[in-house]
């Protein structure tokens, strides 16, 4: 029996630039046709994770703005010539200054970039077959995305949540009220998914909605009923991390 396009998604987690941020790589098991989420960097490491795994790169897509997320795009778009998508339009001026913040932190290679398609609310995004949801989740940035797939139980989050965190709201136009709406109205109804953060190791919805000391059910005070994914009796997609 053919696999539903959810379960043929593989996906590898490869930390980037000296600040770990979490580059995720996943592809489709049957076409070898593959998407970078945040690639932040390291763009000789990136390009040859893809030929290790014998995948070519149809899609690039950008949770926000910050060098450590977005700043091997320009380059893997010149080398590939796959598009540039996302984030939302509020964080241009993000993606405008990787430059100047690069060498704010001492890295290399960080590049400017204006994406093809900026992302909105509501959009989705098409992996071979499998549809991720677009979520707009301001807070850490203005114009931060999660890019997320209930069906295969994941959700690719950035910067917005944490194992046992949340993200910063400290920089120009966070907003911490915000964050925490993002978080609990939009994340949390989508059910139990695993997340990939920006940095750290991976987690769980529901665990952070007990656990997490910002944002826990307890201190939030959120009571809302978790989404229930419509293949919830199929098995999970298979995901390794490295």
Not at 18 to 39: E, G
Not at 69 to 97: C, I, S, Y
Not at 118 to 139: R, W
Request: net charge negative; charged share 20%; with cysteine.
């Amino acid at each position: 029996m053919s696999q539903s396009p959810a379960h043929r998604i593989e996906l590898r987690i490869i930390p980037v630039t000296p600040l770990q941020q979490n580059c995720s790589l996943i592809w489709d098991t049957a076409t070898k046709h593959a998407a970078f989420v945040d690639p932040g960097g390291d763009t000789a490491t990136l390009m040859g994770a893809l030929k290790h795994f014998g995948l070519t790169l149809k899609h690039i897509w950008l949770t926000h703005g910050h060098l450590d997320h977005a700043g091997a795009a320009a380059e893997l778009r010149e080398l590939t010539g796959v598009p540039v998508v996302g984030p939302h339009k509020d964080d241009q001026f993000w993606l405008d200054q990787i430059e100047e913040s690069s060498r704010r932190y001492g890295l290399t290679g960080g590049r400017n970039v204006t994406p093809d398609r900026y992302l909105e609310d509501g959009d989705e995004l098409d992996l071979e077959g499998t549809k991720f949801q677009v979520i707009h989740t301001p807070g850490h940035t203005p114009g931060h995305v999660v890019i997320a797939n209930a069906r295969a139980k994941i959700a690719f989050v950035g910067d917005v949540l944490f194992a046992g965190s949340i993200g910063r709201t400290d920089f120009p136009r966070g907003n911490h009220e915000q964050l925490i709406a993002s978080i609990t109205d939009k994340l949390w109804p989508l059910g139990d998914l695993t997340f990939v953060p920006g940095h750290g190791p991976t987690s769980s919805f529901a665990r952070e909605r007990q656990t997490n000391p910002f944002v826990a059910d307890r201190i939030t005070g959120y009571a809302g009923t978790a989404k229930v994914a419509a293949d919830e009796g199929e098995q999970r997609t298979s995901k390794r991390y490295t």
